[in-house]
Every structure is written in structure tokens, then in C-alpha cells.
């Protein structure tokens, strides 16, 4: 019997299709959060938000421009705002570039990895490419971002969406990234928007309930160190790398951190943007981890009203 999820139910009807869904995922959801806004949240629909593309237009402009659509303003990110209707294909500056569909929480990393013009950047990760416009964009097309991914399917949409967004500065790649570790101290600064098991991405799409399962957070765990400790080493000294994920799963977020905390002398620094985050987790299931991954983001959905997300700003003393 199919089990549908009324995300305007009361939070035990909630509880009652998530356990019948997923039981493994409904156990793991208790142990990271358990309260009941967040049980509402995980399955409220997400609110829409866009980017400005500043390398094709104004902000002012855009928003004088879609004003009617406008519902309010992400306020981690200067060019970020919400709206009424995802039907894009119905707004021009979307297919023009001018914006790009971009979940606000995952604005924040771009913003915080402190990007100037002429910078080398590695965007280990690319593809969409949300983040990889979005870099270039702070960068004023000015320097190189080696946009990569290991997957030949993702590369096209990435190609795709720089040249739509009008990036003249990356140079596309496919490669596992671990790959690039061997490229030591090449970079200004470096992104690992990590694969994950996609946990905090369940109000966007209810499909990813029935696909989580722990075993492949274990497999991700290993991946996700592999890619950031290769983009830590690729990293000019005094070079920031940032790593998110869209999931809550502590696996794939606090442990991994912790991980090049403690093999590399790497240095963790606070997130300071107007966005409410909860404790990261120093002990979870019986694993203990560094004091230090206090300063990292963990956003859960019933916070700020994102998507579940997980921001660390790392740097290379």
C-alpha cells in the first residue's frame, strides 16, 4: 500500500507516514532532531528562491523587474530573493541568466569563501553549477574556477548552465576528485559541495525519504573525506575551503570535518551571516568528535525555513 505524506497533517500523522516509509530514516530523524517543527518542516514544501546574476544584470534592475513575483529577501545573500512560482519557463531573465534557481541555504557557502577578482578556484563538485555561477559572479569574471565533476551526464547540465549564466572563466573538467590532491598548494581557495545521501533535501522531494538508507551514509563518509582532504591539499596556504552538504546526517557533516581536523592542521572559523543555526553534534551514536566543529552551520529546516544544510569554513594556516 502506497503512503502518502499530508504535510498539512498533525505532526503523528507526519510521524506515522515517515515511519511507514522509511523506518531506518524516522530512527536516524529522532536522533538528530526529534521535535515536532522539525518533523513539520522536514515535509513542509520548500519556499522558491533565485539568485541575481550580477554578471547579467543589475540587482535593483531584477528586482524592480519581477517585483510582482518577489515575496521576500534571502537575507544571507545579497543577491538572493524569494518568489511565488516556480514555473521558470514562463520568466525571461531566467532563460536570459539573469537568475538562477537556487535553494537560499545553499547561497551561503559561495558567500562565505571570501572571493576576490583574479582568484584560482576549485569547485570540486560542480555540476549544476548554482554554486560554480555563483562563484564567478563574485569573482566579476575575473580568474580561473576549475569546475569539475565525475560524472559525464552532470557535465553537460553544468556547460550548459555556465554558458546560459555568461561564466567566462571556468574550465570544465571530468575527474574523480580525488584526483586533484595531487595538485598541492595550486589554489586560492576551494569548494567540496560534497555527494551525500540528500537527508536534508526531503521537503523538495518526498522521493528522497524512501531512498535514504544509513549504509550509503557510511560509503558517502569515506568519499566525502577523500574529496576534502584532496581539495585541503590543493589549497594554497592561507586559502579558505568551504564544505557543505545537503544533509543532516552527522556521518557525512560533523565527522568528516572533524576527520581533517585532526589529520591536517587545518583551522575551523565561525560562520558570521545573519542565519540561525542548531549545536553542532561533538558526540553522536557513540562517536565523539572535536570541540572545534562547534563553529560549523547546521541548519535544520524549522530555522531559517531552508532545506536541511551543513556549511564548514575551513582554512590552510
Not at 51 to 66: G, P, S
Not at 195 to 221: A, E, Q
Not at 289 to 308: A, F, M, W
Amino acid at each position: 500500500m502506497r503512503v502518502l505524506i499530508n504535510p498539512e497533517g498533525d505532526v503523528e500523522e507526519i510521524k506515522d507516514a515517515l515511519r511507514a516509509i522509511n523506518p531506518e530514516l524516522y530512527e536516524r530523524l529522532l536522533k538528530i532532531d526529534g521535535s515536532d517543527d522539525f518533523f513539520r518542516y522536514m515535509v513542509k514544501p520548500l519556499k522558491i528562491s533565485v539568485r541575481v546574476n550580477t554578471l547579467k544584470a543589475e540587482i535593483e534592475e531584477v528586482r524592480e523587474n519581477l517585483s510582482e513575483i518577489i515575496t521576500g529577501k534571502v537575507p544571507w545573500c545579497e543577491e538572493g530573493f524569494y518568489i511565488s512560482t516556480n514555473e521558470f519557463s514562463k520568466i525571461p531573465e531566467h532563460q536570459l541568466g539573469m537568475i538562477f534557481s537556487q535553494e537560499a541555504a545553499s547561497m551561503i557557502p559561495p558567500v562565505v569563501m571570501e572571493l576576490q577578482p583574479g582568484m584560482t578556484v576549485l569547485d570540486i563538485a560542480a555540476s549544476p553549477g548554482a554554486k560554480t555561477t555563483q562563484m564567478a559572479q563574485y569573482l566579476h569574471n575575473d580568474g580561473c574556477i576549475v569546475a569539475n565533476d565525475v560524472k559525464h551526464s552532470r557535465i553537460n547540465i553544468l556547460i550548459s548552465n555556465l554558458q546560459r549564466c555568461g561564466v567566462l572563466i571556468a574550465k570544465v573538467t571530468l575527474r574523480d576528485g580525488r584526483y586533484f590532491g595531487r595538485f598541492q598548494n595550486r589554489f586560492d581557495a576551494a569548494l567540496v559541495d560534497a555527494p551525500c545521501s540528500n537527508m536534508g533535501m526531503i521537503r523538495k522531494n518526498y522521493r528522497n525519504i524512501s531512498l535514504w538508507k544509513l549504509r550509503d551514509c557510511y560509503g558517502l563518509s569515506r568519499l566525502q573525506k577523500d574529496l576534502l582532504m584532496a581539495a585541503y591539499k590543493a589549497t594554497k596556504p592561507g586559502g579558505v575551503v568551504v564544505y557543505s552538504t545537503c544533509t543532516l546526517e552527522p556521518l557525512e557533516n560533523e565527522e568528516v570535518v572533524d576527520y581533517l581536523l585532526r589529520n591536517t592542521d587545518a583551522e575551523i572559523e565561525e560562520i558570521k551571516l545573519p542565519v540561525k543555526g542548531v549545536r553542532p553534534f561533538t558526540e553522536f551514536d557513540g562517536k565523539k568528535y572535536s570541540q572545534e566543529v562547534k563553529k560549523c552551520l547546521r541548519l535544520h529546516p524549522q530555522i531559517n525555513d531552508t532545506e536541511g544544510f551543513f556549511v564548514a569554513k575551513l582554512r590552510k594556516p
